[in-house]
């Protein structure tokens, strides 16, 4: 049952060529080797392929990634991607963005089911990356580019799955406990346990359940006493499904995953800014899997429900999902896949004790797409396209074209288009929002007149991978028009107003934006289990219209992770994370660059320890640029045991 400098692209690039070259060489006078057989991905196309057909720009987070980290967020788990940035903001809440992409221009999946996107309505959000236990992921599956015509509103940026731990033929499970803190910075002690178990509970049904408890103090601010420069939190997360095979081919599954979170940060003596946060999805998916077809149901509620209680304030977003889809193999080489969907999305917010908001909307969809296998499967090629209607807009067309071309076993070429969109979210398309800030001269109005956010994309990737070694490098470009961007539009000049008038903006469809860049990758595992992987990627996010750099985007990211066995039984591992240049406030910040140790011992029985320093040299982003206004964890000690059965 289941920069650096200019010219470390250059040198990537050139080694990275040389290296596939050699590689494609030797497997070429190889007689024999061992068959790997590649894992099965879904998210690139909805239908089961091999992970090198998958389309360019697909990455993956494995079971001994997660291993190697003490995160407690999905964020924290997609650092070292290539053409991805987890970045903390406010109160060190991590945000994703995928190529250059706003972080509600993602979608995230969990086993393929839609989690609500509450980024865009509660400012400063990340609660869409804290839902699931970390200890029950099997793996996460990224596609970088947009994916509406797979997936519609919300992928503009691309898409992030994870995929659970399904339950096997016989029982497994893990118990984890971590505990850590910080030095020399006052706070940020953390303790954590989470359990999983799954398996099978007669011949014909299986359970899985996985929780965890998380509780981390907030890191005080070295230069403001009393003042944390990231919230403290405290949550219990857990997901929990029941299995049911009532005939070969024929699977069904109860499933519920939440989080109760609470998050906490002083701000002085005698004032705390306090949140409550509690997330679910509950529902039901069924399964059809015969010779020539395969199909899929869900039946899903997905709702966040939030509390400021500093500023008295409730929200809640919930998104009422059926979701269909099927792929039929109809000829040599052919794989046709068809899907609907009907989406009802609600959110409301009081402030105050009065109803501030409540707005609600369909959406609907249809997709097709059918993928052919020709010159002797050298040749994949992907036509897809997706149609939306919404309760404010109609008539999205989403196209897709992909090609992958084999020039060997090991060597592929990669080419892909594709148009995206993102609806405009129920705040800011709101006619009759209308909010006033309780600090500042500041009121801003909605505007029911929005456009959807729209871009076409296009990359070109070459990929070498034997079992050994991979080596890949990537270009891409995005146009975006119709960015949705607040336009000031009374009381505009530099300054407060006049005494008694507020300062009046909207939002308006009025920027254009170009992403564009590089991705490198390379990998190489040795006999002896001995890795060395590293990626870089290049970007460049501009408004179209001024000219000028988009902010909160590095120009510049450089990931490598070093690990090799020790002794029997044991590993340790470097990584590095490098963070270029990017524009805040206006101005280029200073680069930084963070350093991460650990070590794995297996102590026999199941039993595992294991112990590292994230952040080894306590860089600060305060102390590093004044532009900067977010900051990140100081030197983290940790330990863990774990015991897998």
């Avoid at 697909?58 to 980290?69: A, G, L, N, W």
């Avoid at 509780?215 to 009393?226: A, C, F, H, V």
């Avoid at 146009?479 to 607040?486: A, F, Q, S």
């Avoid at 505009?492 to 934006?513: I, K």
């Amino acid at each position: 049952m289941h920069a650096y400098t200019r010219g470390v692209p250059c040198l990537l690039l050139a080694g990275m060529a040389v290296w596939a070259q050699a590689g494609a060489e030797e497997a070429a006078t190889r007689v024999t080797e061992p068959e790997v057989l590649s894992p099965l991905v879904v998210t690139a196309t909805r239908s089961h392929i091999r992970r090198e057909e998958a389309p360019a720009g697909y990455s993956e987070v494995t079971r001994q990634d997660i291993e190697r980290k003490p995160a407690s967020t999905l964020g924290e788990l997609l650092r070292d991607l290539p053409g991805v940035a987890a970045d903390n903001e406010q109160d060190g809440r991590g945000q994703v963005r995928i190529r250059g992409f706003e972080p509600a221009q993602t979608l995230v999946l969990i086993n393929g089911r839609r989690v609500n996107n509450t980024d865009e309505l509660v400012g400063h959000s990340d609660f869409r990356l804290t839902q699931i236990p970390t200890s029950a992921i099997d793996r996460i599956e990224v596609v970088r580019g947009p994916t509406s015509s797979l997936y519609g509103a919300d992928a503009l940026g691309g898409v992030v799955n994870v995929i659970v731990r399904p339950p096997g033929d016989s029982w497994t499970g893990r118990v984890q406990s971590r505990v850590g803190a910080t030095d020399p910075r006052r706070g940020g002690e953390e303790r954590n346990m989470s359990f999983y178990a799954a398996g099978p509970v007669t011949e014909n049904t299986g359970a899985l359940l996985s929780v965890e408890y998380l509780d981390r103090n907030g890191s005080l601010n070295p230069d403001q006493p009393g003042l944390d420069e990231i919230e403290g939190r405290e949550a219990f997360t857990g997901l929990g499904s029941f299995f049911y095979r009532p005939a070969p081919g024929h699977e069904l599954e109860l499933f519920f995953h939440g989080a109760h979170d609470e998050r906490r940060a002083r701000r002085g003596s005698a004032d705390t800014r306090e949140m409550d946060i509690f997330r679910y999805s509950s529902g039901v998916r069924y399964d059809f899997d015969s010779l020539d077809w395969r199909s899929r149901v869900d039946v899903y509620r997905s709702r966040s429900h939030s509390e400021a209680h500093h500023v008295d304030r409730e929200e809640e977003h919930t998104d009422d999902i059926v979701d269909w889809s099927g792929s039929r193999y109809w000829g040599r080489g052919q794989t046709l896949t068809i899907g609907a969907d009907y989406r009802r999305e609600r959110f409301w917010r009081d402030r105050e004790g009065s109803r501030e908001l409540d707005q609600t909307v369909s959406h609907r969809g249809v997709l097709v797409q059918n993928r052919s296998y020709l010159l002797d499967d050298q040749l994949i090629l992907t036509v897809g396209a997706r149609y939306d209607d919404h309760t404010n807009y109609t008539g999205e067309i989403s196209p897709r074209v992909g090609a992958v071309f084999a020039f060997t076993e090991t060597t592929r070429l990669k080419a892909d288009y594709g148009r995206g969109f993102a609806a405009p979210d129920l705040r800011r398309a709101a006619g009759d929002y209308d909010f006033t800030f309780a600090t500042l001269p500041r009121r801003i109005i909605g505007n029911a007149d929005l456009e959807p956010e729209r871009s076409d994309s296009y990359s070109l990737g070459l990929e070498f991978e034997d079992a050994r070694r991979r080596a890949a490098v990537t270009v891409f470009r995005n146009d975006i028009k119709d960015l949705i961007d607040l336009e000031c539009i009374e009381y505009c000049e530099p300054g407060d107003p006049p005494a008694g008038e507020l300062v009046l903006s909207t939002y308006r469809n009025v920027d254009r934006a170009r992403t564009q860049g590089v991705e490198l990758e390379g990998a190489h595992r040795w006999d002896n289990g001995m890795l060395l992987r590293a990626n870089y990627t290049y970007l460049d996010a501009r408004d179209r219209d001024s000219g000028e750099a988009l902010e909160r985007r590095p120009r510049n990211r450089f990931n490598l992770l070093a690990e090799t066995p020790t002794w029997p039984g044991a590993s340790a591992h470097v990584r590095t994370e490098y963070i270029g240049s990017q524009r805040r406030s206006g101005n280029w910040t200073r680069d930084y660059t963070l350093f991460h140790i650990g070590v794995s011992q297996a102590l026999g029985s199941g039993f595992f320890l294991r112990a590292g320093i994230d952040n080894l040299t306590d860089q600060r982003l305060a102390d590093l640029d004044e532009a900067y206004t977010n900051e990140i964890r100081g030197r983290f000690y940790y330990t863990s045991v774990a015991w897998e059965f």
